[in-house]
């Protein structure tokens, strides 16, 4: 197919899903005026996102909403705050959807004031685009609100931009030693080929400029991204984009603590905060490390746990994700024995131990885990 074609190709499904966005405002802006027609007041069915309404799916694996919903009603003299907030909110993303701009979670905070609708801070701000998405039931980034990013992605992968302005371009992205930032511009475009076999997604940036100068993607024929902590959803999307699109395992590498195996689980099956979303998941992503009993194997330099790090063991013990497997036998580990490590731990034994001898035993062993 040629350029021409494919830009054009893409274009078409962009507006498609814009139209779509667009659609299912509008739908739940003329119930709002067939409320005022009808002498009612106007109202919103908001799904609740409490504890009790988020459930886990064994065959979706990952949390989603229940059926409880709370009606939010410019009636209730207690709930027209947040009523004319998220009204408001509806507006603002249909405006940014219909005129192709983007904003930011701060920038929307900001922006409020502009038509005096007060959030305390950019947290009830946050909280009332979550309140939206689970409205349309759809992520904020598809009405073009996008956090700020801190996640990039280095390897063999061509892509072509659909963004306006830059449809057509083609970038290979191994073209910088830095990486390239996951934007909308990179979540949105089309992913054409790659000679990578695998995805390593890594949680230390540190980390991921050592692979980039080892050249990882090179020895072990992979696409590299440094998730930056937790995944954002644009690095999530991107991940499951390269697995379901592209036929790509994904790996996960994370420092060798609770928090680092739950990163891991919140890329491989969601997180309670994204219930509200389907296409954020890639269940079939493992875990290789670092793992509590890779602290003893190598005899790595640990810190202590933390007080905070013991009770999350403790609670992640409650969460049905888990009850079995690596993710259950890790957690017990930790608890006993009570220690940590950092993926530099591994410069014990020289700067590119990890990835000279740990990553390719544990990239042998994903393959049958």
Known sequence: MKTSEKSKRLSKKAEEKQKNVLEVLQTHGAKIYEDLNNGQFPKFSVPSRSVSNIVYDKKLRQYILGNSAALRSSRNSSQLRSFTQLMWLAFFANRLTKEKKSSTLRDVYYSSQAFAIEFEDQGESDNIIVDLEAVLSKPREDFHIFPEERSSIFGDLNIEYTIPGYEGKTMNLSNHPDGYSIGPSLT???????????VIAIEKGGLFTRFVEEQVDK??????????????????????????EMGLPIIVLTDGDVYGEHIAMVIKSGSANAAHLREL??????????????????????????????KRCYDLQKDPRYQEGIWKKELDVFLRIKRKAELEAFSKYGLTNITDKYLPQKLELAKSI
């Not at 949105?188 to 990578?196: G, H, I, M």
């Not at 079939?284 to 790090?309: C, N, Q, R, Y």
């Open 188 to 198: 949105t475009s089309e992913l054409l080929d790659t000679s990578a076999e695998i």
């Open 281 to 310: 998941t890639v269940p079939d992503a493992k875990w290789v490390g670092v793992w509590a009993t890779d602290i003893e194997k190598f005899k790595l330099p640990t810190i202590p746990m933390t007080e905070s790090d013991i």
């Open 219 to 244: 020895k072990f024929k992979s696409i590299i991204i440094n998730t930056g902590g937790q995944a954002p959803r644009s690095t999530r999307t991107l991940l499951k984009r390269l697995h379901d």
